[in-house]
């Protein structure tokens, strides 16, 4: 299978961590890409490989995984953490990519 | 610093074919990177077109694949979408992006700021 499931939305409380969980068969080959999209934007890469930050972000992201499982967590959540995530992947044959179906955060 | 702008018609009509063209400055075209076409329809989540490297190989969506066609023009340093046979459905934001393949995971990070392309008659 290409997809990649995501629980459509969670909330956390200011400063407490949230994981957001992405599932699908290609994870047990690859590893999982994470996306920030605010409103109106572009997204913003968080997360690669193992888990990777790209320069500027800041250090409370993390990404972890197991089996067909990949986790984004946020430890110690602010208030412009609230945005949509998206999970990213090689499908199966490794020569395209496909979207989790997006986890809208909110900040409580 | 990377940048990414999308250029072409905002409005198509259905059955008509998409063009867009997005050029990259500040960076090569020819660097080994993989160079994308991502949408996203109103209110909904990323779908992921396609890519091409600056050799002319490309993947795409296996869903799109028969309406995609992306190419490169090295001598401009931009890279084009086509989509053919447009419908409502294809309405979107565009966005075009730079990607990194590795061997067991992958990325786009840089991205342009989207242009939003209406199927319209």
């Known amino acids: 299978s290409s997809e990649l499931t995501q629980d459509p939305a969670v909330s956390v409380a200011l400063g407490q961590t949230v994981r957001i969980i992405c599932q699908g068969d290609s994870l047990r080959s690859y590893y999982a890409t994470w996306y920030q999209q605010k409103p109106g934007q572009a997204p913003v890469l968080v997360i690669y490989g193992k888990n990777n930050r790209p320069s500027g972000i800041p250090d409370r992201f993390s990404g972890s995984s197991s089996g067909n499982t990949a986790s984004l967590t946020i430890t110690g959540a602010q208030a412009e953490d609230e945005a949509d995530y998206y999970c990213?992947?090689?499908?199966?044959?490794?020569?395209?990519?496909?979207f989790g179906t997006g986890t809208k955060v909110t900040v409580l | 610093q990377v940048q990414l702008q999308e250029s072409g018609p905002g409005l198509v009509k259905p059955s008509g074919t998409l063009s867009l063209t997005c050029a990259v400055s500040?960076?090569?075209?020819?660097?080994?990177?993989?160079w994308s076409w991502v949408r996203q329809s109103p209110g909904k989540g990323l779908e992921w077109i396609g890519e091409?490297?600056?050799?002319?190989?490309?993947n795409y969506n296996p869903s799109l694949k028969s309406r995609v066609t992306i190419s490169v023009d090295k001598s401009k340093n931009q890279f084009s979408l086509k989509l053919s046979s447009v419908t409502a459905a294809d309405t979107a934001v565009y966005y075009c992006?730079?990607?990194?393949?590795?061997?067991?995971?992958?990325?786009?990070?840089?991205w342009g700021q989207g242009t939003l392309v209406t199927v319209s008659s």
């Open positions: 091409i490297y600056h050799s002319g190989r490309t």
């Open positions: 500040s960076g090569s075209i020819s660097s080994t990177n993989w």
């Open positions: 990213n992947s090689r499908d199966s044959s490794g020569n395209h990519k496909v």
């Open positions: 992006a730079r990607g990194y393949n590795g061997y067991d995971y992958a990325y786009l990070d840089y």
